[in-house]
T-cell receptor, first 116, second 110 residues
Framework: NAGVMQNPRHLVRRRGQEARLRCSPM?????VYWYRQLPEEGLKFMVY????????ESGMPKERFSAEFPKEGPSILRIQQVVRGDSAAYFC??????????????FGQGTRLTVV | EDKVVQSPLSLVVHEGDTVTLNCSYE??????LLWYKQEKKAPTFLFML????IEKKSGRLSSILDKKELFSILNITATQTGDSAVYLC??????????FGEGTQLTVNP
């Protein structure tokens, strides 16, 4: 029973390029959350999605960042025209569903993005 | 805005010591408080606390929640070098997202 799978584990991009981060939730989980952890800081919420629906994107920067969770396939966090300040670890978590909001979220291993 | 504050930010102890990590919160519509351990990669789940005054235990780790005073503590007894990590406290409030504290960096020296 695989856990939350994220890929790639490490991603290096030059300034101005696009970064695509993928997250496959645990089997049976239909809710996905993205968090960002800047160096020496705690995790900060970015966006919460369920299949084909963005539930809460209040933590997402207004420009250059977007997220989706299509009916088929993984959730994608997309960062356009990356800048050095985007360098961080991006974690994805999944949970069974809204009706089980008190269930702990399970985290993937994260994608470490480095912008050079 | 929901807020979670952890203390201390950093702690250095010797093997065998007992440590207490603190987490206080100010959130709207509190649902649960969670503790995670992070060792250079993904946070791994330790405890979820929903009710006040009920201690949760797992080996040398234990945690309790006080919903009246809005805080939780995580205790680790007989610490080992493998306990060295960042311990994260998070709260689920309105919606389903987690609001994290800054974490406590615990270093256990041999």
């Amino acid at each position: 029973n695989a856990g939350v799978m994220q890929n790639p584990r490490h991603l290096v991009r030059r300034r101005g390029q696009e970064a695509r981060l993928r997250c496959s939730p645990m089997k049976g989980h239909s809710h996905v959350y993205w968090y960002r952890q800047l160096p020496e800081e705690g995790l900060k919420f970015m966006v919460y999605l369920q299949k084909e629906n963005i539930i809460d994107e209040s933590g997402m920067p207004k420009e250059r960042f977007s997220a989706e969770f299509p009916k088929e396939g993984p959730s994608i966090l997309r960062i356009q025209q990356v800048v050095r300040g985007d360098s961080a670890a991006y974690f994805c978590a999944s949970s069974p569903g809204r009706q089980q909001m008190n269930t702990e979220a399970f985290f993937g291993q994260g994608t470490r993005l480095t912008v050079v | 805005e929901d807020k979670v504050v952890q203390s201390p930010l950093s702690l250095v102890v010797h093997e065998g010591d007992t440590v207490t990590l603190n987490c206080s919160y100010e959130v709207t519509n509190f649902r649960s408080l969670l503790w995670y351990k992070q060792e250079k990669k993904a946070p791994t789940f330790l405890f979820m606390l929903t009710s006040s005054g009920i201690e949760k235990k797992s080996g040398r780790l234990s945690s309790i929640l006080d919903k009246k005073e809005l805080f939780s503590i995580l205790n680790i007894t007989a610490t080992q070098t493998g306990d060295s990590a960042v311990y994260l406290c998070a709260v689920i409030a309105s919606g389903s997202r987690l609001t994290f504290g800054e974490g406590t960096q615990l270093t256990v020296n041999p």
